[in-house]
């Protein structure tokens, strides 16, 4: 998605005002659960406005520093600010837990340990507890020192799973897991997390998925509640976290080729490993989190992020951005619901860029009569439309007998099979402006909070449409009144945008703009002094020059 692209508006030239819809949805629909300042997002009312008015001022922040001070953003004064403050500063005591546990424990000098050693070791338990509580209760978005990754044994089973298999063919590779051990696996592979090791991370990830869809007798997650330790686990929390890591890591590889291939007989063309499976990974991870957790934000999250891959997932622009829309409007009010600032604030920037590009798919144009109209298509479910049956039309128009015409013409395109997505002669998309300026506000409270504790670049890092909104609403909303529409500059994603930030593999922190080894290619830090400490430290031993 380019930011050069000249946008094209109808300035002094709108759209002829709404005075009717033709809408036969059900009209005694349930209201909103979180009050009328996202009632739009709902389902029932995705739908053609009339007269629909937002007149606040713009929200427009500078953007956040992309630096992130591990393990000491957040200052204590502020540990009450915030429900997502809270939740993170959890997280961090949990790395802290861990990192006393670490340094309690008797260093056994050992890399690996057999995984009933580790079994027996009450200690060893709670931590791996700990990553995961942490990583999934902060969405990964806890800092954590380097060491730590490194101050534990990791169980020596991991080593027997050599190959990586799409996850619809996936089996098992180790004879037996059970419930315990399947929490020691999990923790391995989030741990896993530096570059050269998502690979392996996502095996282990693999492997757990394969013996937890086995329906095996051996791994009973109600045996968790035997340990003191595991007692607050259940299958649905863990499933869900094992689809997390799963989707970090498949991410990590589908954005970065090199570290697809990490020992000398494995194959960037590996099936397992191609982008069009490593995002049918995350597709299916994702359906998983909404299934076991469906009250959380990050399946839909997810979900969305899939059908903005249109490069690969073989959607069509425009119908990926409908789809993008639905699942970050699901996200957003999900989010409210949980009080997530993170989410309120990211999804709430990715729905408002879905609708500059056709989101909400609004086609204008002029009946035969010369009124002109807008329709909103349904370009996902219009392809399950019954002719013998009423038809579900949304059409603003300014007259009954345009609406007809309208209709008319909607209904002939649905006889011939006319693909929603192909706009004939005269129709254009066009954009509610006063919707991309509300959802951009409501996301930029949410972002002023999260940024009041040092965590906006998370936001910013995670989303790939705050330059093209806020380029959108410089441009447009100085020269137009709030309830105007505007001319769509773009339909439908051109194809995959997809930034992020990235840890210092010395340090830990996290920055945009990271430098990697010269030699290797594998590692990368955020200064000389970090590259020259960590040559020192570990990694002259381990630096291999790139193919």
């Not at 929200?59 to 957040?74: E, Q, R, S, W």
């Not at 005269?426 to 506000?441: A, D, K, L, Q």
């Amino acid at each position: 998605m380019g930011r050069k692209n000249k946008r094209k508006t109808n300035k002094g030239r709108d759209p002829q005002p709404l005075l009717l819809r033709n809408n036969n949805s059900n009209s005694n629909s349930k209201p909103p659960t979180q009050g009328t300042r996202l009632a739009f997002l709902e389902k029932s009312k995705r739908q053609v406005s009339i007269n629909a008015t937002y007149n606040e001022p713009l929200i427009l922040p500078k953007k956040p520093n992309m630096t992130l001070d591990a393990m000491g953003v957040v200052p204590p004064k502020k540990r009450t600010a915030t429900a997502t403050a809270e939740r993170l500063i959890r997280a961090i005591e949990m790395i802290e837990d861990i990192e006393k546990l670490q340094a309690g424990r008797v260093p056994s000098g050992e890399d690996l340990v057999d995984i009933h050693a580790l079994m027996a070791d009450g200690s060893y338990i709670r931590e791996c507890v700990l990553w995961i509580r942490a990583y999934i209760s902060s969405d990964f978005r806890v800092p954590c020192k380097a060491h730590l990754l490194f101050g534990s044994p990791l169980p020596s089973c991991w080593t027997h799973i050599t190959s990586l298999c799409p996850l619809e063919d996936n089996g098992p590779q180790l004879m037996r897991v059970d419930a315990l051990s399947f929490v020691i696996l999990l923790a391995a592979a989030i741990r896993m997390s530096s570059p050269g090791r998502e690979r392996f991370s996502l095996q282990i990830v693999h492997e757990l998925h394969a013996h937890a869809e086995g329906n095996y007798d051996w791994l009973d997650f109600d045996d968790l509640r035997r340990h003191e330790e595991t007692k607050g686990l259940d299958e649905a929390y863990l499933r869900f976290a094992t689809a997390w890591v799963g989707i970090k890591r498949a991410r990590a590889l589908y954005r970065d080729r090199d570290q697809r291939t990490v020992l000398p007989f494995q194959s960037r063309d590996d099936v397992a490993t191609q982008s069009k499976s490593l995002l049918r990974s995350i597709e299916i991870f994702a359906g998983e989190q909404r299934r076991y957790l469906p009250n959380s934000p990050v399946g839909h999250w997810n979900s969305g992020w899939v059908s903005s891959q249109t490069k690969h997932n073989g959607r069509h622009p425009w119908a990926a951005a409908v789809d993008f829309y639905n699942q970050m409007a699901d996200c957003c009010l999900l989010a409210d619901g949980a009080d997530d600032d993170f989410y309120r604030a990211a999804a709430g920037v990715e729905i408002a860029m879905s609708l500059i590009i056709g989101g909400k798919p609004l086609v204008g144009y002029a009946v035969p009569s010369g009124a002109k109209v807008q329709v909103l298509r349904d370009l996902i479910a219009n392809n399950d439309w019954d002719a013998d049956r009423e038809m579900k039309l949304n059409i603003g128009a300014p007259t009954p007998a345009a609406a007809r015409e309208a209709s008319a013409k909607e209904r002939r395109r649905l006889l011939e099979g006319v693909p929603p997505t192909r706009l004939e002669h005269g129709e254009t998309v066009i954009v509610p402006h006063w919707e991309v300026s509300r959802i951009w506000n409501f996301a930029m409270e949410a972002y002023a909070r999260v940024e009041g504790f040092g965590y906006g670049q998370c936001v910013y890092g995670e989303t790939s449409g705050w330059d093209i909104v806020e380029s959108f609403l410089k441009g447009q909303h100085g020269t137009l009144v709030p309830q105007r529409y505007v001319t769509c500059p773009q339909v439908g994603f051109k194809g995959t945008r997809d930034k992020g930030s990235w840890p210092c593999d010395f340090c830990g922190k996290v920055e945009s703009d990271l430098k990697q080894c010269s030699v290797c290619k594998k590692v990368q830090y955020c200064s000389r002094d970090c590259q020259k400490k960590a040559w020192k430290a570990t990694h002259k031993h381990e630096c291999i020059p790139a193919k």
